[in-house]
C-alpha cells in the first residue's frame, strides 16, 4: 500500500527533529519499508540526543606479551590488554544514519530485534522442511577461519557457520542482535556516557554444534587472536588501533574499551564475517602460528564446530563445498538439510548454472541480466552495492619503483574513458567512481570531491612528458633507459575484469604505455597482492561497509597482512582526517570530513577507482525467502528460514 502523504511528511517532521536525515528516510520508505516500521525505528532512536561524549583519554590497558596467546579471564574482572600495533578492517541497500555512542542504533522490529516487514526481510512461513540449496560461485574459498578470511567466497561460507556478536538488517544496514542479546546503546547502558566503553550481554540459549556452552570466553579469545599481529589478519591493525581491552566480567557478558571514540564500531567491528566468534575449546592451545594450517581452517568435521545455522560438512578444492544443517543452532534447526556451494570455471558458467537448474542462487555478470531475466524459473534482481573496482599502484619502494611519480598515476587515470568502460563492459549498469565512496553511503556527495578525472590524453600526456618520459622509436615512453612497462593482475574467471584490463592496456597504449594483462586463479592472487606482494599493479573489486570509514585500505597504519591497504599509501593527512572521521558523530561534519578525505586520495592517485557495479542476482523459484541485497551478508542473514518447494 503506497505510503499516505500526510503520515509520510508528520513522520519527516519528526525524523528530522531526532537529527537524521531526510534522504535517509525517503530511501527507506522507498526501499518498501512500512510507515509502521519506520516510527518503529525512530522510536527506537530515543528522546532528546544525548549530551556530547567526553573526550577519549589513553587507555591503560596492559599489553600481551609477544609471542603467547593473550591470557582469557572468563570469571575476571581485570581488562585482557591487547597489544600495540600499527588500522584495517571488515567487509557491504540502504545506509542510514551512523551509528556510534551519540547516534544509537535502532533495533529492527521483529521478535527480539530480529529483522521482520521490510522489503528484504518479509519472511513467509516455512513450506516444506528437507532438502538443499546450492550456490554457485566462480571462485573457491580460501579459508573457513574467520580470523584469517580476506575475500568474498570465503565471507560467503564463513557467515552461515560464524555469527558475529550483531548483524546487520539488510533493509537499514542497522545493527540487530545475533550473539548478543541486545545491541548496546546509551540507554540501556551498554554504552558508557563518555563513548569508551561498550558492554555486551550474550544469548544464553547458545551452544556449538559438538554441544560446548558458547561463553564470553569465546569473544574475547576470538578478539585477542586478531590482535596478534603473528596471526596475519587483515583486521589486527583496526583492532588495536581502535580496542585497548576487551573483558568477560562473566561467561555472559563482555566488555570492550576503546582507546578513543569510534562512531561505527558496532557496525564495523561487531559485525560480520570478519568477525565471526571462534571457539576457544578447539583452538585456545593452537600456537599462534599454527592456525592458517589447522583443521578448523582448513574444514574439518571433527573440529570445525559452528553456533551458525550450519556446520562445515566437507570441502572439495577447486569443487565446492558441502555444509550441513545445525540442529543446535540458537534461532531453531534450518528448514534445509544442507547448504553446497559449487565452485565454476568463470562468471558465464554461473549464469549456465542457474539456467540449467544445476545451482538455485548465485551473482551473475552484468552483461547478462536481460538474458537472465527472461528465463520464467528464475527471479533476477539488480540492485546498487557497496563495492568498487579499484586498479592499485605497487607503492613500496623495496618492491617497485615505477608508480611512485604521482604524475605517472594521474596520467594513467585520466587516459581511461571510464564511461566508455561502464557503457561497454557493464552494460551501463555501472556507475563511473567520482570519489572512493560507494553511491550508497550517507556520505556519498561526489560534488564535493576534487580532483576529477575526466577522459583527457592530452592532460595524460602532458603529465609524462613533465615527468620526464618520452617516446621511443617503436611509441613506448622512456625515461633514463627504462621502458614504461608493467604488468596488471586481476583474476581469472571474471570476464568482465579480464575484458576490463585488456581494454585498458589499449588506451594507456595510446599515450604510450605498455601495459600487459595477467589473470591468475583467485587464490593465487590473494597470495600474490596479501602476502607474497610480488605486483605493480592489480585490479579486483572491495566491498565497503555501510559507514563511510575508509581506515581499512588507505590509514598508513593498515598495511598488509594486517590491513587492506595493500599498495601501502601514506599520507599524514590523510591519516588525520580518518581518525576525525571515526571520532566525530555528527553526520554533516563527517560527510565534509569524507569529502576533504577524498580530495586528499584522488590528487594522489594512489589507485585508480574505476566504477561501482550494480549486483545481479538470480534466484530459482523453487527457492523460498532467498532475498539477494547489498548488506553484510547479503540475502544468508536468514538461511536458516529458506526453503525449497520439492524438499529436495
Known amino acids: 500500500m503506497p505510503a499516505d502523504g500526510t503520515a509520510l511528511r508528520q513522520l519527516g517532521q519528526a525524523w528530522a527533529a531526532r537529527g537524521l536525515a531526510r534522504r535517509d528516510l525517503l530511501r527507506l520508505a522507498g526501499a518498501g519499508v512500512s510507515l509502521a516500521a519506520l516510527g518503529g525505528l525512530l522510536a527506537a532512536c530515543g528522546g532528546d540526543p544525548p549530551a556530547p561524549p567526553v573526550p577519549p583519554v589513553a587507555s591503560a590497558a596492559p ?12 570469571r575476571a574482572s581485570t581488562v585482557s590488554g591487547l597489544p600495540p600495533s600499527a588500522a584495517s578492517s571488515y567487509t557491504p541497500v540502504v545506509a542510514t544514519r551512523t551509528v556510534g555512542p551519540s547516534a544509537t542504533p535502532a533495533a529492527s522490529t521483529g521478535d527480539s530485534g530480529y529483522p521482520a516487514g521490510g522489503r528484504y526481510s518479509t519472511i513467509e512461513p516455512v513450506g516444506k522442511r528437507g532438502g538443499g540449496v546450492v550456490e554457485v560461485y566462480f571462485a573457491d574459498a580460501t579459508t573457513n577461519n574467520p580470523l584469517l578470511t580476506t575475500d568474498t567466497a570465503s565471507n560467503a561460507r564463513i557467515a552461515l557457520q560464524y555469527p558475529s556478536l ?42 556449538w554444534s559438538d554441544g560446548t556452552p558458547f561463553t564470553a570466553g569465546d569473544v574475547v579469545f576470538t578478539y585477542q587472536t586478531l590482535a596478534r599481529k603473528e596471526l596475519g589478519s587483515p583486521r589486527t591493525a583496526q583492532i588495536n588501533d581502535r580496542i585497548a581491552g576487551v573483558s568477560s566480567p562473566d561467561d555472559h557478558t563482555v566488555v570492550f574499551a576503546l582507546r578513543r571514540i569510534v562512531a561505527p564500531f558496532l557496525v564495523t567491528n561487531c559485525a560480520g564475517a570478519g568477525y565471526g566468534i571462534v571457539p576457544r575449546h578447539i583452538l585456545g592451545g593452537v600456537p599462534i602460528e599454527q592456525i592458517k594450517g589447522h583443521p578448523f581452517s582448513v574444514g574439518d568435521p571433527q573440529v570445525s564446530v559452528a553456533t551458525g545455522p550450519f556446520t562445515f560438512g566437507e570441502w572439495v578444492r577447486g569443487e565446492g563445498a558441502t555444509l550441513v544443517k545445525n540442529p543446535r543452532y540458537f534461532r531453531g534447526e534450518p528448514a534445509l538439510d544442507r547448504y553446497r556451494f559449487r565452485v565454476v570455471k568463470d562468471s558465464p558458467a554461473v549464469a549456465v548454472a542457474l539456467q540449467t537448474g544445476e545451482a538455485d542462487w548465485g551473482l551473475v555478470p552484468l552483461n547478462l541480466y536481460d538474458e537472465m531475466a527472461r528465463r520464467a524459473q528464475l527471479t533476477t534482481t539488480k540492485y546498487d552495492g557497496y563495492s568498487f573496482e579499484y586498479a592499485a599502484f605497487q607503492l613500496d619502494p623495496a618492491k617497485a619503483t615505477l608508480f611512485l611519480d604521482k604524475g605517472v598515476r ?67 615512453r622512456v625515461r633514463d633507459g627504462q621502458r614504461l612497462q608493467f604488468t596488471i593482475w586481476t583474476n581469472a574467471g571474471n570476464t568482465i575484469r579480464e575484458a576490463l584490463v585488456a581494454s585498458m592496456q589499449g588506451q594507456w597504449r595510446a599515450i604510450g604505455v605498455e601495459a600487459t594483462p595477467r589473470a591468475e586463479e583467485w587464490g593465487a592472487l590473494l597470495t600474490r597482492i596479501n602476502e607474497t606482494r610480488d605486483f605493480e599493479m592489480f585490479l579486483i573489486g572491495f566491498s565497503w561497509d555501510a559507514d563511510p570509514d575508509q581506515s581499512q585500505m588507505w590509514s598508513s597504519r593498515a598495511f598488509p597482512p594486517n590491513g587492506f591497504n595493500l599498495g601501502q599509501y601514506a599520507n599524514a593527512e590523510v591519516d588525520a582526517l580518518l581518525d576525525r572521521g571515526l571520532a566525530e558523530l555528527d553526520r554533516d561534519k563527517r560527510t565534509a570530513i569524507y569529502a576533504e578525505l577524498q580530495g586528499h586520495i584522488l590528487d594522489d592517485a594512489p589507485a585508480i577507482i574505476l566504477v561501482f557495479p550494480q549486483v545481479i542476482a538470480a534466484v530459482n523459484k523453487r527457492l523460498h525467502n532467498c532475498f539477494p541485497n547489498a548488506v553484510g551478508a547479503g540475502p544468508r542473514w536468514n538461511a536458516h528460514l529458506w526453503w525449497v518447494e520439492d524438499g529436495r
Open 63 to 74: 599489553a600481551s606479551t609477544p609471542g603467547a596467546l593473550p591470557t582469557v579471564g572468563v
Open 166 to 207: 550483531l548483524g546487520l538488517d539488510p533493509d537499514t544496514a542497522l545493527p540487530f542482535p545475533e550473539l548478543a542479546s541486545v545491541v548496546p546503546t546509551r540507554e540501556n547502558g551498554g554504552v558508557s556516557p563518555d563513548g569508551l566503553t561498550y558492554t555486551f550481554a550474550l544469548r544464553r540459549d547458545v551452544h
Open 410 to 476: 594521474r596520467a594513467l587515470a585520466h587516459a581511461l574513458d571510464r564511461e566508455a568502460l561502464a557503457r561497454s563492459l557493464y552494460s551501463g549498469l555501472a556507475t563511473v567512481a567520482r570519489g572512493t565512496l560507494p553511491t550508497l553511503s550517507f556520505a556519498y556527495a561526489p560534488e564535493r570531491v576534487t580532483p576529477q578525472y575526466a577522459y583527457d590524453t592530452k592532460r595524460a600526456e602532458a603529465l609524462l612528458e613533465e615527468a620526464g618520459w618520452k617516446r621511443g622509436a617503436d611509441g613506448i
